[in-house]
C-alpha cells in the first residue's frame, strides 16, 4: 500500500506543474479570448468554404458590389461578383497555412542554431551568434522584400522567405538559456557520465528550454501572418485569384470608397488572428513562468 500511495503522490507532483499552468493560462482572459478567438477562425477556415453554396471562384456579374446582408451573398460580393464571404475563409485557410509552416521552420531552425551556440559556446557559439546579429542588422520587411523580390511567389516559396527572415529572435531565446542550463547540476552530471553532445543538447537540455520556445513559436505564428499580409499586400506574395488576406486587400484599394467592406472585412480577419496569437503568446509566457504567476 505504502508504495502504492508513493507512486500516487509522485504522479501527482509531476502532474501538478501542468494543473498549475493551466490555471494560471485560464486566468488569463485575454489569453483565453485569444484562443477562442484563434480556434474559431482554424474551425471556420477549415470548414466553413464547403459549407457555403459558393465557390471562390464562382462569379455572379449580377451581384457585382452587392453589399454585405442584403442578398445571398452574406457579407456580399466583390467586384466580379464573387461570394467575399468563401473568398475571405479560403483566403483564411492560405494565410493560416503560410502561418503555422513558417513558424515551424524558422523555431526548428533557430532553436537547432541557438543550442548549438548556446552549447558549445567558445568560437562556433560567437560566429553563429554574430551570423544572428548581421541578419537582425537589416529591417525584417526589407530583407522580405528583397528576397520575395527573385522568387516566383507561391504557398511554398512565400513560406520558406517568410521563415529565413524569422529565426533568429527564436535563435537568441534558445542560446540564453542553453547557456544557462549548459551550467545546471544535471547537464554537468550527464558530461562527467560521458554523454554525447548530442544526447545532452537534444534529450537533457532543450527538453527544459521548450517554455521560452513555445511562446516564441506562438508569436512568430502572428508574425508571419502579418508577413504574408505585407508581401500579398505588395504584391510579391500569393497571386490572385488564390486569394489570401492580403491580395484581397491589395485588389480592394480602389474601391475604398464605394465599396469600403471589400478592404474592412480581410483587415478585421488579420487584425483577429494576429491579435489572437498574440494573447495566447502572452498567456502562455505568464502560464510557462511560474516567476509571473499574479496571484
Keep these: 500500500m505504502s508504495a502504492v500511495a508513493g507512486a500516487s503522490v509522485a504522479v501527482d507532483a509531476g502532474a501538478r506543474p501542468g494543473r498549475q499552468a493551466l490555471r494560471r493560462f485560464l486566468r ?20 466553413g468554404p464547403d ?31 464573387r461570394d467575399l464571404l468563401v473568398r475571405l475563409l479560403m483566403a483564411g485557410r492560405v494565410s493560416l497555412t503560410i502561418g ?11 532553436t537547432l542554431i541557438g543550442a548549438v551556440a548556446g552549447y558549445f559556446g567558445g568560437w562556433i557559439g560567437a560566429a553563429l551568434m554574430r551570423f544572428v546579429d548581421a541578419v537582425l542588422c537589416f529591417p525584417q520587411i526589407f530583407l522580405l522584400l528583397a528576397l520575395a523580390a527573385f522568387i516566383t511567389p507561391n ?25 544557462s542550463l549548459r551550467e545546471r547540476d544535471f547537464a554537468l552530471a550527464a558530461e562527467v557520465l560521458g554523454a554525447a553532445d548530442g544526447f545532452i543538447i537534444f534529450r537533457e537540455l532543450l527538453p527544459n528550454a521548450m517554455a521560452p ?18 508581401v500579398s499586400f505588395l504584391g510579391y506574395g500569393i497571386q490572385p485569384p488564390t486569394p489570401s488576406w492580403g491580395n484581397m486587400l491589395n485588389n480592394a484599394q480602389e474601391y475604398l470608397v464605394s465599396a469600403p467592406w471589400l478592404a474592412i472585412f480581410p ?19 505568464d ?3 511560474p516567476r509571473l504567476d499574479r496571484g
Design 28 to 47: 488569463h482572459r485575454l489569453a483565453v479570448f485569444g484562443l477562442t478567438t484563434v480556434l474559431a477562425l482554424v474551425l471556420a477556415c477549415a470548414f
Design 51 to 81: 459549407v457555403i453554396p459558393y465557390g471562390p471562384l464562382h462569379i455572379d456579374f449580377r451581384a457585382r458590389f452587392a453589399p454585405p446582408f442584403a442578398g445571398p451573398h452574406i457579407l456580399g460580393a466583390d467586384q466580379l461578383g
Design 287 to 289: 502560464a510557462l513562468d
Design 213 to 230: 520556445i513555445i511562446v516564441a513559436a506562438t508569436l512568430n505564428v502572428a508574425r508571419a501572418i502579418l508577413l504574408e499580409a505585407y
Design 155 to 179: 504557398l511554398l516559396t512565400i513560406t520558406l522567405v517568410i521563415a529565413a527572415t524569422a529565426w533568429m529572435e527564436v535563435a537568441r531565446v534558445v542560446e540564453a538559456e542553453m547557456k
Design 100 to 110: 503555422f509552416a513558417a513558424m515551424l521552420i524558422s523555431t526548428a531552425a533557430g
Design 267 to 285: 483587415g478585421v480577419m488579420i487584425t483577429l488572428a494576429v491579435t489572437g496569437f498574440n494573447f495566447v503568446g502572452d498567456g502562455l509566457r
